[in-house]
């Protein structure tokens, strides 16, 4: 008779144990997500430094349209270098920067010579920066 009472309760113990009513479980632990220049650009950069270069530089709708597009295509050139090519590397660095080269001849051919040489300019480049910033957060 001890013997059956001490497996009730050594029973009880372990189903009460595994309920979820006596088990303290641990919070999820909180995770922020830090981007990094060798994270992949979200979806919805070029959509938005498109919407600011339109304002910037005063894009008529279709010019918009169409930066949306090139910049649509670098961003997904550009995550798809950074998924083949190991970080910082030689290789990666190259494929960018061909990238980055063939994207500011079709934005020149898109929106003129003269507003391209303002999207150059430093102080065109701090406003679009400080802009996107806003947008992110």
Sequence with gaps: ?????????LSLSLTA???????????????????TTDSPAPPTAARDLAD???????????????????????LSESNA???KYAPKSPQLLAELKRINISSQQQLRTVVGPAK??????????????????????
């Design 116 to 137: 391209f040489k303002l999207l150059q300019t430093k102080a065109t480049q701090q406003k679009i920066a400080a802009e996107m910033q806003q947008r992110q957060k």
């Design 52 to 74: 600011v270069m339109g304002t910037e530089l005063q894009l008529t709708p279709d010019q918009t349209v169409r930066v949306r597009t090139i910049l649509n295509g670098t």
């Design 17 to 35: 144990a595994s309920c979820s009513i006596f088990r303290r479980e641990k919070p999820a632990p909180v995770v922020e997500t830090v981007r």
């Design 1 to 9: 008779m001890r013997s059956i009472r001490f497996f009730l309760v």
């Design 81 to 83: 270098a950074k998924e």
